[in-house]
Nanobody
Framework: QVQLVESGGGSVQAGGSLRLSCAAS????????MAWFRQAPGKEREFVAR????????LYADSVKGRFTISRDNAKNTVYLQMNSLKAEDTAVYSC?????????????????WGQGTQVTVSS
């Protein structure tokens, strides 16, 4: 069983930066991909960024492209989300997720394991 623990959330003013971390643990950790999703109050969960674990290929939502960067540290089983030029509309609970399926997907239901989420609040 894979366990994911996010950290790094907080409050920041618009234009600022935050770096989220997601540490994975489990007896055998060999995902196909890891991703970040977010959910704002009253809204559905939305895809933010995705990274293929072995090849490092990345995919971003249009709303964050050029501002957010997803990266990984294979040795630490950790994925990061560097968020720059934050906007008020980035305010949400950010969760990381793991997919063991060999498909390139941004659909939440196709991810197998989830963290508990970390709050990001951006004030304008």
């Amino acid at each position: 069983q894979v366990q994911l623990v996010e950290s790094g959330g907080g409050s920041v003013q618009a234009g600022g930066s935050l770096r989220l971390s997601c540490a994975a643990s489990g007896r055998t950790f060999s995902p196909y991909a890891m991703a970040w999703f977010r959910q704002a109050p009253g809204k559905e969960r939305e895809f933010v960024a995705r990274l293929s674990w072995n090849y490092g290929n990345t995919l971003y939502a249009d709303s964050v492209k050029g501002r957010f960067t997803i990266s990984r540290d294979n040795a630490k089983n950790t994925v990061y989300l560097q968020m720059n030029s934050l906007k008020a509309e980035d305010t949400a609970v950010y969760s990381c997720a793991v997919s063991h399926r060999a498909i390139r997907t941004t659909v939440p239901s196709e991810y197998d394991n989830w963290g508990q989420g970390t709050q990001v609040t951006v004030s304008s």
